[in-house]
């Protein structure tokens, strides 16, 4: 449900919160005091496009922040969050966060973490649907249309089913496509990848060798300048007059000699033996290093070869030895597949072939289970209607079964109605009336209320053209569906707001020379002056009406 929705710096408000009740939340308020910026707002955070004259005179940007309870929410937002690389719910809130500014920078967060406008709509999509007379929404989709059907026959592990059947085709016929090509194409894709293959395999790398042939390649191409430096140093520590052995051998006997006089210099001595036997260990090491410095012309070829072999299927097969050695795999079991063409193209085509026998299959059961279900919709949902004043109205589904497979199956839907006796039925997004049209949402979304698994429902302009008793039923269809899901609805019909769990009224006042929206949640007295302001005024008469409503 919808928790907490803030608004700051769009339109006539400049700074609102609003704290939403569970169940049916009826919204009033006189004619142009700002009613429609709260269906706006919506839009925005739910990622619709923004309109930049939106934002308050003087401000330079608008933000628009929501918190949702999610946590009994089925299926959970866990996994796409986590696809999507965002923060996971704390306690089962999602925040949700849009900014814009004058100057077109757009921003956008959820659970803090920065978003895409695309992952925002996705996420809208599963939250709310808003029902208003030009925002027709999920229902009025054809595919919309069918999983509803499909939910409310219970066909959901059928069609997953389809679905599942499908995508593997998809995938076969992917494979299919990659063998058939023409001759010449054939022949040159075989000598590309026996190329590849080859040259690869000839080159026998190991994933961690370019290492290792880098630093021998260092050695060898230094091998002289290695060779004089290690000369140097060990001439430097036995090989000439005053070398460091020959000082270090005096400084030891200048320090026997001050140990003798002197007990407590000991410790110099002792120091000056370490650093001897450190010299004599440095020197036969250098002895040994300077043997096994070799300059070696032929092995310094080699190696610039193994170097420029490696560099070279680097550029050609990828960016590591572990990537080329990787292609070079792949490469061969295409080539493979390649050779062994004619027999891979007969066990692909034989499992399409069984593949297209079980998506007939499961198509036609689908089908025919779809076909079972529409008159028991149709008969829910024409009673819903009849309710709303639509006394002899047909409601019907048209289910048309193409030749072309899509993850729902081979059929497509249509509602569609025909709100007066004698008329034809048209298509559902094809009505005209914004009064007739959200009439026959709230018929639907009350036949569907246990099936659909969208939280939050906003009715905009629900009551139009409605009046009398129908205004009544309308006010108790808002409250039915508000058992199961969160209720918005934005009315201009006393009946209808009394009917809800909580009524918010919107009201315009001028504070300091600026134009301020404002909105109130009503409780008691204050609920019932506002039900008799929508019932034509404050007469105690308006006011008895209005408490007749509550008491309902």
Do not use: W
Not at 463 to 468: C, F, L, S
């Amino acid at each position: 449900m919808l928790v907490t929705l803030r608004i700051k710096q769009l339109a006539l408000v400049a700074d609102l919160t609003l704290e939403f009740r569970p169940g049916y939340n009826a919204i009033s308020g006189e004619t142009g005091a700002g009613k429609s910026i709260l269906i706006g707002a919506l839009n925005l955070v739910l990622g619709q496009r923004a309109d930049r004259t939106l934002i308050r005179a003087g401000a330079d940007s608008c933000t628009v922040e929501t918190v949702f309870d999610v946590s009994a929410l089925r299926p959970s937002l866990n996994d796409f969050l986590d696809v999507n690389g965002l923060e996971p719910c704390d306690a089962g809130q999602l925040v949700l966060k849009r900014t814009f500014t004058a100057a077109g920078a757009n921003r956008q967060f959820v659970n803090g973490s920065p978003t895409t406008l695309q992952t925002l709509t996705a996420l809208g999509d599963r939250l709310v649907d808003i029902h208003g007379p030009h925002d027709h929404q999920s229902l009025l989709q054809p595919a919309r249309q069918l999983a509803i059907l499909d939910a409310f026959g219970g066909l959901d592990k059928p069609r997953a089913a389809f679905a599942a059947l499908l995508h593997r085709r998809v995938e076969l016929v992917r494979e299919k496509a990659a063998l058939i090509v023409d001759e010449h194409t054939y022949a040159q894709q075989l000598d590309l990848l026996r190329h590849q293959s080859q040259e690869i395999a000839a080159a026998q790398l190991q994933p961690d060798e370019e290492t290792a042939v880098q630093q021998a390649h260092a050695r060898a191409s230094n091998a002289a300048r290695l060779l004089e430096l290690s000369q140097t140093a060990l001439a430097l520590i036995d090989g000439q007059e005053q070398s460091l052995i020959d000082q270090t051998g005096a400084l030891g006997r200048a320090l026997q000699e001050l140990q003798s006089l002197d007990t407590g210099a000991a410790t110099f001595a002792e120091v000056q033996s370490q650093v001897t036997a450190q010299l004599r260990e440095l020197q036969q090491n250098l002895s040994r290093y300077t043997d096994r410095v070799d300059i070696d012309p032929a092995r310094l070829a080699e190696l610039d070869e193994r170097l420029n072999l490696i560099h070279s299927l680097k550029r050609k097969y990828g960016a590591t030895l572990a990537e080329v050695i990787a292609f070079g795999e792949a490469a061969k079991a295409k080539l493979h597949a390649l050779e062994s063409r004619d027999t891979e193209l007969a066990r692909l085509q034989s499992e399409l072939a069984k593949l297209d026998e079980a998506l007939a299959r499961a198509g036609d059961e689908i089908s025919a289970a779809r076909r079972k279900v529409i008159p028991k919709l149709a008969k829910s949902a024409m009673k819903q209607l009849a309710d709303l004043g639509f006394a002899q109205c047909q409601f019907d589904i048209a289910l048309n079964s193409g030749d072309t497979p899509t993850a729902s199956g081979f059929d497509t839907a249509e509602f569609v109605f025909a709100p007066n006796p004698g008329e034809p039925a048209r298509p559902l997004r094809a009505i005209a009336s914004s009064g007739e049209m959200a009439r026959v949402m709230l018929a639907l979304k009350t036949v569907l209320a246990a099936e659909d698994d969208i939280p939050v429902l906003v009715f905009d302009e629900v009551d139009a053209n409605v009046g009398g008793e129908t205004a009544a039923v309308v006010g108790q269809k808002m409250r039915q569906i508000g058992t199961r899901r969160q209720v918005l609805c934005i009315t201009h019909l006393a009946p209808v707001a009394a009917a809800a769990d909580a009524h918010f009224v919107v009201t315009k006042q001028v504070r300091e020379g600026r134009t301020h929206s404002a909105i109130d949640l009503l409780e008691d007295k204050a609920r019932v002056n506002e039900l008799a302001r929508m019932l034509g005024g404050q007469s105690a008469a308006a006011r008895k009406h209005a408490e007749e409503l509550l008491a309902r």
